[in-house]
């Protein structure tokens, strides 16, 4: 039996993912990259592969989390999975005063996109922590990852998995 994804699920995972990260980075936690998954049985998770004090570049991070999730793609346990984690981009593409974005790759069978946020952390008041403001989302063409079967396999290293909440 084959489990078609659909185009609300697929959005309310961007949601969830997006909101996720933002929701980690308003209580001054450290964005390490992560991912959600819908699996094909259960709901919508939130999963990391490494502690959040981590000294693996987050660029190593981002791929590991790719692999491990490639690896769950293969064996037929997740319909879908957004990867999110921070990127800096010039701000002639993200606009005006946003050198940052948070990125959330979303893929699933015949389906991967990009949806950058870009975001910047504003000064608060006198003593008050900053905040973080928004801009509109940008979305870009992305070749698929965890579920490109054409990748190699990579060892199984089942590495620790941190659920978030």
Known sequence: MTVTVTNEQLGLLLQLARDFAFGQ????????PFAARMPV??????????DESTLLPLGEVHSRTQGALRRQVRKGELLAVATVATVQA?????????????????EAPGFSRQMLTPFRVE??????PGKLATAEMIVLAADPVAFDM???????TA??????T
């Open 25 to 32: 980075m308003s209580k001054g936690k450290r964005l390490v």
């Open 41 to 50: 049985e259960g709901e919508i998770d939130f999963i990391r592969f490494v």
């Open 90 to 106: 010039p701000e002639a593409d993200l606009g005006k005063g946003f050198t940052q974005a948070v990125r959330v790759h979303v």
């Open 123 to 128: 000064p608060g008041a006198e003593g008050a």
């Open 150 to 156: 054409a990748q190699p396999d990579e060892p199984d």
């Open 159 to 164: 590495p620790k998995v941190f659920h978030l």
